[in-house]
């Protein structure tokens, strides 16, 4: 089992940002990959950005590219999400995710583990 803890969420300003981090504990050997989602208000959840868990790749949803940068730091277990001139839109809780067996996925299936979200919102 793979627990996963974010942190970091809060209130912003449009143009502001926003550092998120999830922790990852438990068997995190088992882990190939990692990834944020976000929920908004009346939305489906949708993929933001995934990182391979033992090399560089990165990748991202294509509207949020150039905003948002994922990176990882093994030793700590932790993947951050580095938001950056944060929009209204933004406005979502947002999700870790852990996958054993896929890499570079953007579905929710491809996850097996998750975390409980946390908040974001961001205001005009």
């Known amino acids: 089992q793979v627990l996963l803890v974010e942190s970091g969420g809060g209130l912003a300003q449009a143009g502001e940002t926003l550092r998120l981090a999830c922790a990852a504990s438990?068997?995190?050997?088992?882990?190939?990959?990692m990834g944020w989602f976000r929920q908004a208000p009346g939305k489906e959840r949708e993929f933001v950005a995934g990182i391979s868990w033992g090399s560089t790749m990165t990748f991202y949803a294509d509207s949020l590219k150039g905003r948002f940068t994922i990176s990882r730091d093994n030793a700590k277990n932790t993947v951050s999400l580095q938001m950056n001139s944060l929009k209204p839109e933004d406005t979502a809780v947002y999700y870790c995710?852990?996958?054993?067996?896929?890499?570079?996925?953007?579905?929710?299936?491809?996850?097996?583990?998750w975390g409980q979200g946390t908040q974001v919102t961001v205001s005009s």
């Open positions: 995710a852990a996958a054993r067996s896929y890499i570079g996925s953007s579905r929710q299936a491809s996850y097996d583990y």
């Open positions: 438990g068997r995190t050997f088992s882990i190939v990959a």
